[in-house]
């Protein structure tokens, strides 16, 4: 049995179809940028912590030299390659810190972001 609904509407798409897509590519299109955003904060955070897990091995520089590399391979601005880094006696921990400015560009205007991502460890 032919469904009579079905036989007038071949090659017409529904309206709530192509504003469901068209709202979805927005979202894609403009969700790229802050994506990758949020992934270069988080494998920086990621090799902060790596180094600070084994900072009991190494020097404050070889740390600094590190993650400056990281920085430069994750194309940061210069100033993710300021890392701080403090050592504290009780508790025995170290504290790895930096940030980065980055501006968010949205239609019709712009959202700053200071990404700060940090990394502690027990020494």
């Known amino acids: 049995m032919v469904n009579r609904r079905l036989r007038?509407?071949?090659?017409?798409?529904?309206?709530?179809l192509?504003?469901?897509?068209?709202?979805l590519g927005g979202a894609v299109y403009y969700g790229i940028r802050p994506a990758k955003g949020y992934l270069k904060?988080?494998?920086?955070?990621?090799?902060?912590?790596?180094?600070a897990g084994s900072a009991s091995n190494q020097t404050d520089d070889d740390i600094r030299r590190?993650?400056?590399?990281?920085?430069g391979e994750l194309d940061l601005p210069a100033t993710a390659q300021r890392v701080t880094i403090r050592r504290r006696g009780r508790p025995r921990e170290i504290t790895v810190?930096?940030?980065w400015p980055d501006t968010i560009f949205?239609?019709?205007?712009?959202?700053?972001?200071?990404y700060r991502p940090e990394a502690r460890a027990p020494l």
Request: no cysteine; proline share 7%.
């Open 106 to 114: 949205l239609p019709f205007y712009a959202i700053p972001i200071t």
């Open 97 to 99: 810190t930096t940030s």
């Open 41 to 51: 904060y988080f494998m920086m955070k990621d090799e902060m912590q790596v180094q």
């Open 18 to 23: 192509l504003a469901t897509l068209a709202v």
């Open 66 to 71: 590190r993650l400056r590399a990281k920085a």
């Open 8 to 16: 007038g509407a071949a090659g017409k798409v529904p309206i709530g």
